[in-house]
């Protein structure tokens, strides 16, 4: 028989004892922290640093230019929309108490009351609701109290109606009815259009500030890139003993230019911006808070003969009012001569109402006055005077808020959306101008 050879067994390698070395692995690949530093190691790494770093500083200045045009064009954008909603909230004030004194005055005049004031009246209220809509969409943060206050004015229609109804029948109840729509707009109303007002002039605040703080992104990130840009041409003459590189300082040249046009055009915007605001929008201020203190006046005037010898609070608070119109018509200087003129007018007349009433006892002709019965004085003619002059006078101090910043906005120059692209260019040229340098090193 044949016998099957068994293999041999394999020879295992001896086990290594307490005093034997290790051998050594065959030769690995450098690590990549080495390779790193290999990379930037000596002159040529120094100028792939240098590359990096003014490359990198290229770009952000460009997204630095970029964010502050945005910035400013935006700033800009809002102070426009922000400066119409507060227009537009003053406006629905006016229209309300305009609406009040049609409506105290008419019913100083008993039974049906003059058919012009009263479509004044009704106009006027249609217009504050035409308005609330509109600026609920124009500013959906001014939405819910927009809402509340229409809810107070369906309130203060229904008792004027019932003021109206009672005072054409000759029923005294009427007076209580409209003391109370008074109080109501007084006191529920009027309290949330000077929330939105006030609300209104904060966002329009920090909209002009905001616009002067794009040129510090444009101002801020060009310096610091030409920092960059001038410690890298400095290095580089001084290592190659060549003055100038002139693809690098092309590319600082380009910073420079984008950072001084940039400077220069975003400083005149907020310039601009500030002068239109301590001019026309300040004048629009003025001129709404005195039309709105105006009419004020006037409903306290009727309500102090309503109340019949005992309208001393409405007495107190036609004074208030009319000092409030007063301290804004004086802060229109020059321009508003014409309007001062007026009111001094109607004020004038005012005086004689409340001489006839409080002092003579001449209620009837006081009314009389009041209503524009007596031509010679009416207070109806006097103040209707002013209103007109003054309504004229703050359409077009509006307009020209919203035209000069407009005009603002389009005068900027396109570095909003030009901005990276030169920051792009600006890199290109230092990777050319450095790539050169590194070729003499090959």
Do not use: C
Not at 411 to 436: E, N
Request: glycine residues 10%; without cysteine.
């Amino acid at each position: 028989m044949t016998q099957t050879q068994s293999a041999p067994p394999a020879t295992l390698a001896p086990a290594a004892g307490p005093g034997t070395a290790l051998q050594p692995p065959a030769a690995q690949a450098p690590s990549r922290r080495g390779a790193i530093a290999q990379w930037f190691d000596g002159t040529p790494g120094r100028m792939r640093a240098f590359l990096i770093l003014a490359g990198a500083m290229s770009v952000i200045f460009g997204l630095a230019a970029a964010q502050g045009f945005s910035q400013s064009d935006g700033a800009l954008d809002r102070a426009r929309a922000n400066t119409a909603q507060l227009v537009r909230i003053q406006a629905i004030h006016t229209n309300l108490v305009s609406a009040n004194a049609d409506a105290t005055n008419a019913f100083l005049v008993g039974g049906l009351e003059p058919p012009d004031q009263r479509a004044h009246f009704v106009n006027s209220m249609a217009a504050a609701a035409g308005l609330i809509a509109e600026a609920a969409t124009a500013q959906p943060a001014d939405r819910d109290v927009l809402g509340a206050l229409n809810k107070t004015l369906i309130t203060y229609e229904g008792l004027i109606e019932q003021a109206r109804a009672n005072n054409r029948q000759g029923l005294p109840i009427g007076s209580q009815y409209l003391r109370d729509a008074n109080s109501v707009l007084q006191d529920d109303s009027l309290p949330l259009v000077k929330a939105l007002v006030e609300a209104n002039e904060k966002r329009v605040d920090t909209e002009f500030d905001g616009i002067s703080y794009g040129t510090i992104w444009v101002v801020a990130g060009g310096l610091l890139a030409l920092v960059v840009f001038g410690i890298t041409l400095r290095w580089l003459a001084r290592r190659t003993h060549r003055y100038v590189n002139v693809p690098i300082a092309a590319g600082a040249v380009l910073v420079l230019l984008t950072t001084a046009v940039g400077g220069i055009a975003l400083a005149g915007a907020s310039g601009s911006a500030k002068d239109t605001r301590n001019s026309e929008y300040e004048r629009t201020l003025a001129l709404s808070r005195a039309r709105i203190a105006a009419y004020d006046a006037r409903s306290n005037e009727s309500l102090t003969l309503i109340a019949r010898g005992s309208g001393d609070q409405f007495d107190k608070a036609y004074n208030a009012a009319a000092g409030q119109v007063d301290d804004q018509l004086g802060k229109l200087g020059s321009n508003g001569a014409d309007l001062t003129q007026k009111w001094g007018a109607y004020k004038a007349v005012h005086a004689q109402v409340r001489k006839k009433d409080g002092d003579e006892g001449n209620w009837d002709a006081a009314v009389a006055m009041a209503v524009g019965k007596d031509k010679a004085n009416s207070s109806v003619d006097t103040f209707g005077a002013f209103d007109r002059s003054s309504n004229d006078q703050l359409n077009t101090t509006s307009t020209a808020v919203q035209s000069q910043l407009k005009n603002t906005r389009d005068g900027l120059p396109p570095i909003g959306w030009l901005g990276v692209p030169i920051g792009i260019a600006a890199a290109l040229l230092v990777a050319w101008g450095m790539s050169q340098r590194l070729e003499e090193y090959r």
